[in-house]
């Protein structure tokens, strides 16, 4: 019984909305920002990919910065075990995550196609998204894409067994399953500090239907560092004091309105983007050694 509720447990953690065809591809980019991009759909077998290709491209016993430090996503979905077999791993070795967005409105068609197209997408037109199971490797980013005016394509549903699975079982059974299916998506889903509320979110919305994420739930919930590490960076390399962190905000919102700013106002804000500086190299710096440590446990040394 154990490995039948298995088997159908398993089953009930495949998107059926794309062909697995050979699962998805995953390959080293030469788009400036993006390290890895796993494009397709998801199945079993996708984790050895990736797990591989870091391998690969990252073949000496210490981490440098020339090694993979962030995964792209354009996948319509898959296989949840597989998906969270990546995120996993991703989160151990302190990986960033990237997420499709829309292009803006107003850009021209072939301007569109050439942003879209700088990836060297397959099947753009599938997989320019990423949904379904692909939501459990965004989240699994210590850094996820930051935040932005655009909408991020990220959606999510209910896992759910196919007309061919659910045929052979029982009405106990399925009551199994489902059980199970949510008690390990919550579990992974806190592991990996999302708000659970996006469980109860996911478990509402039809199997063939997709909850789009909006701009305002990307910006509270995922964007940018994981709100664990966010502290202690501000804390270890955040050097501006309290009268200069307000001046930002300020600053901030008369860009915000279209203000020009005095002379006396550029004079600091110049300042302030030098300590700005400081700090972002401060937060890479810390980052990389996040990654090292990292890499030096994934290696067992």
């Not at 319509?76 to 990237?98: C, F, H, M, N, W």
């Not at 753009?124 to 991020?152: D, H, M, Q």
């Not at 549903?157 to 079982?169: G, M, S, Y």
């Amino acid at each position: 019984m154990r490995g039948l509720t298995f088997r159908f447990l398993a089953a009930a953690w495949l998107a059926c909305s794309a062909s697995a065809g050979n699962g998805a591809v995953v390959k080293i980019s030469d788009h400036p920002g993006y390290s890895i991009i796993l494009e397709g759909t998801i199945v079993p077998g996708d984790y050895d990919k990736v797990r591989k290709l870091m391998d690969e491209n990252c073949p000496s016993k210490s981490w440098s910065t020339s090694c993979p430090s962030e995964l792209y996503l354009a996948s319509p979905g898959g296989s949840v075990i597989e998906a969270i077999k990546i995120g996993r791993l991703v989160r151990a070795l302190r990986l960033g995550t990237q997420v499709p967005f829309d292009v803006p409105e107003g850009v021209p068609a072939d301007l569109r196609q050439k942003i879209i197209g700088s990836l060297k997408l397959q099947d753009p037109k599938v997989n320019y998204l990423c949904a379904s199971a692909c939501f459990f490797i965004a989240v699994a980013g210590i850094e996820r894409s930051p935040p932005s005016f655009e909408k991020p394509i990220l959606g999510i549903h209910r896992p759910f067994l196919t007309d061919v699975d659910l045929r052979p079982l029982s009405a106990n059974q399925v009551i199994s399953s489902a059980t199970q299916v949510r008690t390990i998506v919550e579990a992974y889903l806190k592991e990996m500090g999302v708000p659970l509320k996006y469980a109860d979110l996911m478990f509402s919305i039809l199997k063939d239907q997709v909850r789009w994420i909006t701009i305002a739930e990307y910006e509270a919930d995922f964007a940018g560092i994981v709100s664990e590490l966010k502290d202690w960076l501000s804390a270890r390399c955040d050097e501006r004091t309290e009268i200069e962190k307000r001046l930002d905000d300020l600053f901030d919102a008369k860009i915000m309105r279209d203000e020009k700013f005095s002379l006396e106002e550029e004079v600091m804000r110049r300042a302030l983007g030098e300590k700005l500086n400081v700090r972002v190299r401060c937060e890479e710096s810390l980052k990389d050694k996040m990654r090292e440590d990292a890499w030096k446990v994934y290696r067992g040394l």
